[in-house]
């Protein structure tokens, strides 16, 4: 079944239709009010390299159908806002080299110059806000940079889960950040992390921390209920979901911080700074667990694109 041409963008707000492309089946799903569940696209442009984020892209998809939600992975292509990628969309972005990586101060940018990007966590959630979906899946959130004291490096995401109301599925941060300096400005900023059947704060490739979990649940269910919660008493922004990577996949915390501190090292070495600090230093630790760390990041993606289709559902 195709709609009509023209009306999968009565979704979005009239001034954003000029250059948002909806996804049909997307707009199918949400005009139902059946689940749908976003997905970035800076992990498949800056996160993996090819051809491992072109399969682990194809594979999150699957898992949010085989759960009964519809999939919908966002990003930027030659001045589009894409609510949804058709496979030949999906798989051409995972091929582009020079993509951008889209926050919130961005990706209008690269719509009016029509460039192309990967949408971060902060970007997805603004355009999964503006097409209606609650609910996101990624791998781990950026935050509060080890030594941001100095460099004052602190990812957009914080300031987006504190002001759009999407909840967010994550592993956690990512363990190359200071995680505890995160949870103090999540707490700050009034956001809501809530850990999946654990006590502990999961970090990424491991899934504990030293940080105890600022709040636990332990069903999709309750995690939908808390969010509609918030929505009653009129408090605005989104909710981290920490989702520990399943206990098969992970790398003990102990063995990432050495591979952590060796790959900050070369990045300091080298003057990296910005933008770049996230994917260099991925892509350093990928080199030094000689592939481990990719392996456990799709796991824990699929994992996390599990349990948004659930709460979704839920929702
Ligand atoms: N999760 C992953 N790999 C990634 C990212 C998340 O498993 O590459 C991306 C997300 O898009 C997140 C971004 O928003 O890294 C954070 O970048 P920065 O620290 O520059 O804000
Ligand atoms: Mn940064």
Do not use: C
Not at 85 to 99: F, K, Q, V, W
Not at 136 to 155: C, L, P, Q, R
Not at 293 to 307: C, G, H, K, P, Y
């Amino acid at each position: 079944m195709s709609l009509r041409p023209g009306v999968e963008n009565e979704m979005i707000p009239e001034s954003a239709r000029p250059f948002t492309d909806i996804d049909p089946a997307v707009a199918r799903a949400l005009g139902a009010g059946a689940p749908v569940v976003a997905l970035e696209s800076t992990i498949i442009t800056h996160g993996m390299p090819y051809p491992e984020n072109r399969d682990m892209a194809a594979a999150v998809e699957r898992i949010i159908r085989e759960e009964g939600a519809t999939p919908a992975t966002i990003a930027v292509i030659g001045g589009r806002l894409k609510i949804g990628l058709s496979d030949i969309e999906r798989e051409a972005l995972a091929r582009t080299e020079n993509a951008m990586k889209l926050s919130r101060a961005d990706l209008a940018f690269a719509i009016s110059e029509k460039r192309t990007g990967g949408t971060t966590v902060a970007a997805t959630m603004i355009a999964a806000a503006l097409a209606g979906i609650s609910v996101f899946a990624t791998g781990g959130i950026g935050g509060v940079h080890k030594g941001a004291e100095k460099s004052f490096d602190i990812s957009a995401d914080l300031d987006e889960l504190a002001r759009t109301p999407v909840i967010v599925v994550s592993a956690g941060p990512k363990a190359i950040l200071d995680v505890g300096k995160t949870l103090e400005v999540l707490e700050t900023r009034g956001v809501p992390v809530v850990a999946y059947g654990s006590d502990v704060m999961p970090a990424f490739w491991s899934r504990s921390s030293p940080y105890a979990a600022p709040l636990r649940l332990d069903r999709p269910q309750a995690i939908a209920g808390f969010f509609r919660t918030r929505a009653a008493l009129g408090i605005a922004g989104g909710m981290l979901v920490a989702n520990p990577v399943p206990e098969a996949d992970e790398i003990p915390a102990e063995e990432m911080a050495g591979h952590i501190a060796a790959a900050q090292e070369v990045a300091e070495a080298e003057g990296i700074g910005g933008k770049a600090v996230t994917p260099y230093l991925l892509s350093k630790i990928l080199e030094l667990t000689a592939g481990r760390s990719l392996a456990t990041n799709i796991a824990l993606v699929e994992n996390n694109a599990r349990l948004a289709a659930r709460i979704a559902g839920a929702l």
